[in-house]
């Protein structure tokens, strides 16, 4: 069975769930957000993700209700929703902080926005015991937030914005208090149980790991401003710019001037007297035009011999080693001082690896290897 | 070692302070009245046989035979629960007004607040005097604005009296509140609102119940000494205001009844203690479950 991807984002004729449309919010003399046009679709688990004071959370926090626009609007399903408090709004938060009721039991909590309802009390009984169930959370709930840990917190706080079923979930930096093993079980849990429940998630983070593994789009920010939005993959392949790829990941980044040699490669200059590198790239680059060569250390490989084949291939010596345990990333002097970082897997035990400090090397990659960036 | 030397200390005062003019006022409501010095029979100085033998509760019995007295435990009773109300009605705004306000503002705010145990309390109360008397600033005021044709009658009076008690006390119950209102986090309110609450919903079932230890706290601090209170009634009440404190000067000073005086003060003591022990289990009982 050919199973259909989900990329609403492609598809011309979906319609967005939240739309911001050049949405700009002030503090003050401060502009939090500039400028900002995006869509957002239904189903997505859509990632913000940025450095702090990038704004992430501002745009949070408008599409929540405490923060209004200062211009532009931000449509909810075709609504504009700026006049809409954020009682009236068919969307729940999870804070940051989880925000969970001291004074009431895990229960309680969770059944809170239901009784704002006034639904029979039947139905809030099936509804949080559903809620229970779906975060594993049975045996606490007559506990008080501060008789259990803080994974379970969390995940009260997960059932506490579920069990409204908004149409919008906002989840700010909901891993953040968690340890690194927790947490990535969590990221896993969290992918479940928007996948069973359908909702559509935007997640607030400013750790790169955690929005490339949940997310199915990621929307990289900085000083108020979209640097890009793109899939996981795209975003760590085919950054736009020399920003997004450095914020991903670990990167070289090149610095030179181009030329055309026709067929979508291109030269780079990147130093005197050295052999240009070769790179393909989708966008032109005028003669002469300064640029940047990203490259993932992964992509490199690192040899005692010139490999013959190879599209790009330099000769330098091994400055620094970083031993990762499953990798090993080496530090290569360039002649005229760049240093390249080549990662290579730890395949052989430590005591027989083939390179050691001061050795001469050569590091290659492929001519697809790389992108060329303009800014 | 160091422990015990720790926990020493309090109780060490505890006993000093407490627990032996406790036990010695307890000793005086139990004599007799006497024309001597110290006015009360019978002293150590008789023996111990006759000394134990000559105690008894007379004077307790004494005190449910005149109905002035139980008048006066209820009539105080009724003043202090009745201005504990409205101090926490007028302290509670001011206290979150406190705790809302810019950051900068709130040590000036807090000031203000504290501002009025700098100058001497009688002089407060005989201030208030001057305001709420017949010719008193209040007056004046009221019919320069054609609020009123005549003067009110308020000094002398039982308004006088909550006024003055709800003023002098009124920091008690604002800084207790503030502390637990200062303490909330905000995103409570917002997470409240988010999940369906108005403001007016989210202050209810979010803001105080959380700042009820402040209530607690601060009612409790305006209450007992608001019951025993009697500057304010003899100072800004009339005759027609009873209160046990009041009684209490009077059968000290006027009648020179200490041992009476002392069965009032016990009394006094009682009807403050249970509701703190009370009070106490309830929320040793809400912690355990």
Known sequence: MAETIFAPWDDPTEKPLIRFRNVTKRFGAFTAIDDLTLDIFEREFFAL????????TTMMRMLAGFETPSEGTIELAGQDIAAVPPNKRAVNMMFQSYALFPHLSVYDNIAFGLRRDSLPRADIDARVGEMLKLTRLEKFARRKPHQISGGQRQRVALARSLAK????????????????????????????????????FVIVTHDQEEAMTVASRVAVMDEGRVMQVATPERIYEAPESVYVADFIGDVNIVPGTAR???????????????????????????????CHLAIRPEKIAISAERPPEAENAVHGKVLDIAY???LSTYHVELPGGQVIKAQ?????????????????VWVSWTKTAGVLLDQ | MQRFVLIAVPYTWLLALFLIPFVIVFKISLSDIALSIPPYTPTLEDGFGPFFSALDFENFVFLTTDDLYWKAYVSSLRIAVTSTAITLLVGYPIAYAMARAPEEWRATLMMLVILPFWTSFLIRVYAWMGILSQEGVLNQVLLWLGVIDAPLTILNTTTAVYIG???????????PIYAALDRLDGALIEAAEDLGCSRVQAFWLVTIPLSKNGIIAGSFLVFIPALGEFVIPSLLGGSGTLM????????????RDWPVASAVAVILLLILIIPIILFQRNQQRQEEA
């Open chain 1, 49 to 56: 993700l940025g450095p702090s004071g990038c704004g992430k």
């Open chain 1, 165 to 200: 079923a908004p149409k919008l979930l906002l989840l700010d930096e909901p891993l953040g208090a968690l340890d690194a093993k927790l947490r990535q079980a969590t990221q896993f849990e969290l992918m479940d149980i928007q996948e069973k429940t359908g909702t559509t």
């Open chain 1, 260 to 290: 055309a040699v026709g067929d979508g490669l291109f030269q780079l200059n990147w130093a005197e007297d050295t052999v240009p590198f070769i790179a393909a790239s989708e966008g032109a680059f005028s003669e002469g035009q300064a």
């Open chain 1, 324 to 326: 990762l345990g499953n």
């Open chain 1, 344 to 360: 290579t897997a730890n395949t052989r035990r430590i005591s027989r690896r083939s390179f050691t400090w001061e050795d001469p």
């Open chain 2, 165 to 175: 008690i709800v003023y002098t006390y009124l920091p008690f119950m604002v800084l």
């Open chain 2, 244 to 255: 046990i404190g009041k009684v209490l000067w009077e059968e000290f000073f006027n009648n």
